[in-house]
């Protein structure tokens, strides 16, 4: 999926990513303070159970 985010000194860039297994939200993860704008590509990964992700 591609989204794009203009810094244009209005906008907000920061954003927090809440990932849900589901519908019903019971299981999410919460990536919070992400700098959208600064980004071309957001890598979201899980490993030992634990969420990380890798800003390009």
Do not use: P, Q, R
Not at 22 to 28: N, Y
């Amino acid at each position: 999926m591609e989204v794009k985010f203009n810094d244009d000194g209005e906008a907000t860039c920061k954003w927090d990513i809440k990932l849900t297994k589901d519908a019903s939200e019971e299981t999410s993860v919460l990536i919070e303070d992400v700098n959208l704008c600064g980004i071309t590509k957001l890598t979201l990964n899980k490993n030992d159970g634990k969420y990380t992700y890798l800003a390009e």
